[in-house]
């Protein structure tokens, strides 16, 4: 299909996202112009896969650099959207797909995740606090609802007893932080041990298992709603009162290191 017919059908598609959610971080559907330059660009890592149906463009994947400066050449922001009618028809192997493209471009990190999730929670009835780290400025993903704030960064301890669901990539200091003070969690593991420490969790009970690669800011809304709906209640964790946990006994860590007997003293 020629480029000057995958405009508008690309726009058509982008357009209702920029209108009815966040997930964008668009307030107004960009020019022709944006999208043509995207198509056309050369560079590695670099890419617009486009899904056709007969005449029709269904759907579209597209990979672009995240930040101009030069320490983020091999970091790529990536996203993945469909026309209405084509939801649920299994086009998330687009991003699959999308993705062993940035492999053989010798991309590094892909960024696209962050999005969805604060897309996802935005619409609940609840207070969201995201953490992106010291490398991401919050103001880079736009103006939020005024039930989100966005920071860098926010201490675990003080944060943790006020939470009745986490949601993390599964990271061992992430889920360590939750179940120490009774927090459910719903998990997106990317890499690394974090699949083993989801799959660990899911069989206790504990979290509910998101895939990263085809999970939707609907999927997360759902999954968060579940967990919460579950009502997954750790050993000790104060439930009259939401919000306000209490670490379960046996994972009192500084508890039960200050209930412990001091070392023997070191051998001479």
């Known amino acids: 299909m020629p480029i000057a017919a995958i405009l508008p059908a690309i726009a058509s598609i982008y357009g209702p996202a920029v ?19 995207k198509i056309s660009s050369s560079v590695s890592g670099d890419h617009v896969l486009v899904v056709e149906d007969g005449p029709d463009v269904v759907g579209y994947a597209y990979s672009g650099a995240f930040r101009s400066r030069p320490a983020y050449a091999q970091t790529r922001e990536t996203s993945v959207y ?15 797909q999308l993705l062993s493209l940035l492999r053989t471009d010798g991309i590094h990190l892909v960024v696209a995740l962050f999005s969805r999730v604060v897309a996802g929670h935005s619409q609940l009835d609840a207070n969201i606090v995201v953490t992106v780290g010291r490398e991401i400025d919050p103001a880079e993903l736009g103006k939020q609802p005024t039930n989100v704030r966005i920071d860098r960064f926010v201490p675990r301890q003080d944060l943790l007893p006020h939470c009745d669901v986490v949601v993390s990539h599964a990271g061992s200091g992430s889920v360590i932080g939750a179940l120490a003070f009774g927090v459910p969690l719903v998990l997106l593991p990317m890499g690394a041990g974090q699949p083993l420490n989801s799959d660990r969790c899911q069989s206790l009970g504990v979290a509910r298992v998101l895939d990263p690669l085809t999970v939707t800011s609907s999927d997360i809304r759902s999954g968060v709603a579940e967990v919460l709906r579950a009502s997954i209640h750790l050993p000790g964790r104060r439930t009259t009162n939401p919000g306000r946990n209490r670490a379960p006994a046996h994972l009192r860590r500084r508890h039960d290191v200050d209930r412990s007997p001091p070392p023997d003293p070191p051998v001479p």
């Open 19 to 37: 209108g009815t959610s966040v997930a964008t971080f668009d307030l107004t559907d960009p020019p022709n112009s944006d999208w043509k330059h």
């Open 82 to 96: 469909l026309a209405p009618e084509a939801v649920g028809a299994g086009l998330g192997t687009l991003l699959s």
